[in-house]
T-cell receptor
Framework: AQRVTQPEKLLSVFKGAPVELKCNYS??????LFWYVQYSRQRLQLLLR??SRESIKGFTADLNKGETSFHLKKPFAQEEDSAMYYC???????????FGPGTRLSVLP | DAGITQSPRYKITETGRQVTLMCHQT?????MFWYRQDLGHGLRLIYY???????DKGEVPDGYVVSRSKTENFPLTLESATRSQTSVYFC????????????FGPGTRLLVL
Protein backbone atom coordinates (compact mmCIF):
# COMPACT_ATOMS: atom_id res chain seq x y z
CA ALA A 1 0.00 0.00 0.00
CA GLN A 2 1.07 3.57 -0.54
CA ARG A 3 2.48 5.25 2.49
CA VAL A 4 4.28 8.45 3.44
CA THR A 5 6.28 8.80 6.62
CA GLN A 6 7.68 11.89 8.25
CA PRO A 7 9.72 10.72 11.21
CA GLU A 8 9.85 14.03 13.10
CA LYS A 9 6.66 15.38 14.63
CA LEU A 10 8.47 18.51 15.75
CA LEU A 11 11.68 20.07 14.52
CA SER A 12 13.16 23.09 16.24
CA VAL A 13 16.05 25.06 14.77
CA PHE A 14 17.55 28.48 15.36
CA LYS A 15 17.15 31.28 12.86
CA GLY A 16 19.88 31.10 10.24
CA ALA A 17 20.53 27.40 10.78
CA PRO A 18 20.01 24.83 8.03
CA VAL A 19 16.86 22.77 8.16
CA GLU A 20 15.93 19.42 6.68
CA LEU A 21 12.48 17.90 6.97
CA LYS A 22 12.49 14.22 6.17
CA CYS A 23 9.98 12.40 4.01
CA ASN A 24 10.02 8.78 2.93
CA TYR A 25 7.47 7.01 0.82
CA SER A 26 6.51 3.53 -0.23
CA UNK A 27 5.02 3.04 -3.67
CA UNK A 28 5.86 0.52 -6.34
CA UNK A 29 4.93 2.73 -9.27
CA UNK A 30 6.21 6.06 -10.54
CA UNK A 31 5.59 8.57 -7.77
CA UNK A 32 4.75 12.23 -7.83
CA LEU A 33 5.80 13.94 -4.63
CA PHE A 34 4.73 17.24 -3.18
CA TRP A 35 5.42 19.36 -0.13
CA TYR A 36 2.60 21.40 1.39
CA VAL A 37 2.90 24.04 4.09
CA GLN A 38 0.25 25.11 6.57
CA TYR A 39 0.79 28.30 8.53
CA SER A 40 -1.06 28.71 11.80
CA ARG A 41 -4.82 28.33 11.30
CA GLN A 42 -4.55 28.67 7.53
CA ARG A 43 -5.21 26.39 4.62
CA LEU A 44 -2.63 24.04 3.20
CA GLN A 45 -0.65 25.57 0.38
CA LEU A 46 1.50 23.85 -2.18
CA LEU A 47 5.16 24.56 -1.54
CA LEU A 48 6.99 22.30 -3.98
CA ARG A 49 6.37 19.57 -6.47
CA UNK A 50 9.20 17.28 -7.50
CA UNK A 51 8.56 17.43 -11.22
CA SER A 52 9.13 21.18 -11.23
CA ARG A 53 12.53 20.98 -9.59
CA GLU A 54 12.02 24.51 -8.32
CA SER A 55 13.07 26.48 -5.28
CA ILE A 56 10.29 28.23 -3.40
CA LYS A 57 10.99 30.54 -0.45
CA GLY A 58 14.51 29.12 -0.39
CA PHE A 59 13.28 25.54 0.00
CA THR A 60 14.33 22.71 -2.29
CA ALA A 61 13.54 19.03 -2.38
CA ASP A 62 15.06 16.26 -4.43
CA LEU A 63 13.39 12.98 -5.20
CA ASN A 64 15.71 10.08 -4.44
CA LYS A 65 14.10 6.98 -5.86
CA GLY A 66 16.83 4.70 -4.56
CA GLU A 67 16.18 5.80 -0.99
CA THR A 68 12.47 6.50 -1.64
CA SER A 69 12.90 9.89 -0.06
CA PHE A 70 11.86 13.47 -0.78
CA HIS A 71 13.47 15.52 1.95
CA LEU A 72 12.81 19.25 2.17
CA LYS A 73 15.81 21.49 2.75
CA LYS A 74 16.60 25.11 3.36
CA PRO A 75 20.10 26.42 4.06
CA PHE A 76 19.11 29.31 6.34
CA ALA A 77 15.86 29.03 8.27
CA GLN A 78 13.76 32.13 8.94
CA GLU A 79 11.25 32.70 11.71
CA GLU A 80 8.46 33.01 9.15
CA ASP A 81 9.18 29.43 8.08
CA SER A 82 7.58 28.21 11.30
CA ALA A 83 4.64 26.11 10.16
CA MET A 84 3.35 22.60 9.66
CA TYR A 85 4.84 20.80 6.67
CA TYR A 86 3.20 17.85 4.93
CA CYS A 87 4.77 15.56 2.41
CA UNK A 88 2.32 14.03 -0.06
CA UNK A 89 2.44 11.23 -2.60
CA UNK A 90 0.24 11.16 -5.66
CA UNK A 91 -0.31 7.75 -7.16
CA UNK A 92 -2.22 5.75 -9.77
CA UNK A 93 -2.21 8.66 -12.21
CA UNK A 94 -5.60 9.56 -10.81
CA UNK A 95 -5.70 12.29 -8.26
CA UNK A 96 -5.26 10.02 -5.27
CA UNK A 97 -3.03 11.58 -2.67
CA UNK A 98 -1.71 10.19 0.57
CA PHE A 99 -0.31 12.64 3.08
CA GLY A 100 2.33 12.10 5.69
CA PRO A 101 1.50 12.90 9.33
CA GLY A 102 3.27 16.24 9.11
CA THR A 103 6.26 17.87 10.80
CA ARG A 104 5.90 21.05 12.81
CA LEU A 105 8.87 23.31 12.16
CA SER A 106 9.66 25.86 14.83
CA VAL A 107 12.33 28.43 14.01
CA LEU A 108 13.63 30.06 17.16
CA PRO A 109 14.99 33.62 17.25
CA ASP B 1 -10.12 35.27 -6.97
CA ALA B 2 -12.72 32.97 -5.42
CA GLY B 3 -10.91 29.66 -5.88
CA ILE B 4 -12.20 27.18 -3.37
CA THR B 5 -14.42 28.19 -0.45
CA GLN B 6 -15.96 26.39 2.48
CA SER B 7 -18.91 27.23 4.68
CA PRO B 8 -19.46 27.54 7.48
CA ARG B 9 -15.97 28.30 8.76
CA TYR B 10 -16.96 27.41 12.33
CA LYS B 11 -19.75 25.18 13.55
CA ILE B 12 -20.86 23.98 16.95
CA THR B 13 -23.45 21.25 17.06
CA GLU B 14 -24.74 18.57 19.37
CA THR B 15 -24.41 14.83 19.27
CA GLY B 16 -26.98 13.24 17.01
CA ARG B 17 -27.67 16.27 14.87
CA GLN B 18 -27.21 16.33 11.12
CA VAL B 19 -24.60 18.76 9.84
CA THR B 20 -23.72 19.68 6.27
CA LEU B 21 -20.42 21.29 5.34
CA MET B 22 -20.31 23.05 2.01
CA CYS B 23 -17.49 23.25 -0.49
CA HIS B 24 -17.50 25.30 -3.68
CA GLN B 25 -14.80 25.73 -6.33
CA THR B 26 -14.71 28.05 -9.30
CA UNK B 27 -12.02 26.34 -11.38
CA UNK B 28 -14.22 23.60 -12.88
CA UNK B 29 -11.81 21.04 -11.45
CA UNK B 30 -13.01 17.53 -12.03
CA UNK B 31 -11.69 16.12 -8.76
CA MET B 32 -12.80 17.14 -5.29
CA PHE B 33 -11.87 15.78 -1.89
CA TRP B 34 -12.81 15.95 1.77
CA TYR B 35 -10.22 15.50 4.49
CA ARG B 36 -10.28 15.72 8.23
CA GLN B 37 -7.30 16.99 10.15
CA ASP B 38 -6.67 15.77 13.67
CA LEU B 39 -3.69 16.04 15.97
CA GLY B 40 -1.52 12.98 15.64
CA HIS B 41 -3.23 11.82 12.46
CA GLY B 42 -2.44 14.54 9.99
CA LEU B 43 -4.81 14.60 7.04
CA ARG B 44 -7.12 11.69 6.40
CA LEU B 45 -9.22 11.33 3.29
CA ILE B 46 -12.94 10.93 3.93
CA TYR B 47 -14.41 10.90 0.43
CA TYR B 48 -13.44 12.01 -3.01
CA UNK B 49 -15.14 12.60 -6.32
CA UNK B 50 -13.71 12.25 -9.81
CA UNK B 51 -16.59 14.06 -11.51
CA UNK B 52 -20.21 15.01 -11.00
CA UNK B 53 -22.21 12.02 -9.78
CA UNK B 54 -19.04 9.96 -9.18
CA UNK B 55 -17.91 9.60 -5.58
CA ASP B 56 -15.80 7.10 -3.72
CA LYS B 57 -14.75 6.33 -0.17
CA GLY B 58 -11.46 7.33 1.30
CA GLU B 59 -9.72 6.14 4.43
CA VAL B 60 -12.33 7.20 7.02
CA PRO B 61 -15.80 7.38 5.41
CA ASP B 62 -17.95 5.99 8.24
CA GLY B 63 -20.55 8.44 9.48
CA TYR B 64 -20.25 10.71 6.45
CA VAL B 65 -22.22 11.11 3.24
CA VAL B 66 -21.30 13.09 0.15
CA SER B 67 -22.99 14.07 -3.07
CA ARG B 68 -21.88 15.85 -6.19
CA SER B 69 -24.74 16.89 -8.43
CA LYS B 70 -22.77 19.81 -9.83
CA THR B 71 -19.07 19.95 -10.69
CA GLU B 72 -18.47 23.00 -8.53
CA ASN B 73 -20.08 21.78 -5.31
CA PHE B 74 -19.17 18.91 -3.02
CA PRO B 75 -21.13 18.96 0.27
CA LEU B 76 -20.21 16.69 3.15
CA THR B 77 -22.96 15.58 5.52
CA LEU B 78 -22.57 14.14 8.98
CA GLU B 79 -25.82 12.22 9.30
CA SER B 80 -25.74 11.92 13.08
CA ALA B 81 -22.81 13.81 14.52
CA THR B 82 -20.64 12.19 17.18
CA ARG B 83 -18.00 13.71 19.42
CA SER B 84 -15.31 11.80 17.55
CA GLN B 85 -16.20 13.87 14.50
CA THR B 86 -14.95 17.02 16.18
CA SER B 87 -12.21 18.06 13.80
CA VAL B 88 -11.08 20.52 11.17
CA TYR B 89 -12.45 19.62 7.76
CA PHE B 90 -10.69 20.60 4.57
CA CYS B 91 -12.08 20.46 1.09
CA UNK B 92 -9.70 20.31 -1.87
CA UNK B 93 -9.96 20.22 -5.64
CA UNK B 94 -7.68 19.20 -8.45
CA UNK B 95 -7.56 19.12 -12.19
CA UNK B 96 -6.75 15.88 -13.97
CA UNK B 97 -3.41 15.10 -15.49
CA UNK B 98 0.14 14.55 -14.40
CA UNK B 99 1.63 17.29 -12.30
CA UNK B 100 -1.71 18.57 -11.09
CA UNK B 101 -1.83 19.29 -7.41
CA UNK B 102 -4.62 19.71 -4.91
CA UNK B 103 -5.83 23.14 -3.88
CA PHE B 104 -7.30 23.44 -0.42
CA GLY B 105 -10.13 25.42 1.03
CA PRO B 106 -9.76 27.41 4.27
CA GLY B 107 -11.25 24.65 6.43
CA THR B 108 -14.26 24.29 8.69
CA ARG B 109 -13.74 23.87 12.41
CA LEU B 110 -16.46 21.59 13.75
CA LEU B 111 -17.13 21.03 17.44
CA VAL B 112 -19.60 18.32 18.42
CA LEU B 113 -20.79 18.62 22.00
Amino acid sequence: AQRVTQPEKLLSVFKGAPVELKCNYSYSGSPELFWYVQYSRQRLQLLLRHISRESIKGFTADLNKGETSFHLKKPFAQEEDSAMYYCALKYNYGQNFVFGPGTRLSVLP
Amino acid sequence: DAGITQSPRYKITETGRQVTLMCHQTWSHSYMFWYRQDLGHGLRLIYYSAAADITDKGEVPDGYVVSRSKTENFPLTLESATRSQTSVYFCASSGSGRGETQYFGPGTRLLVL
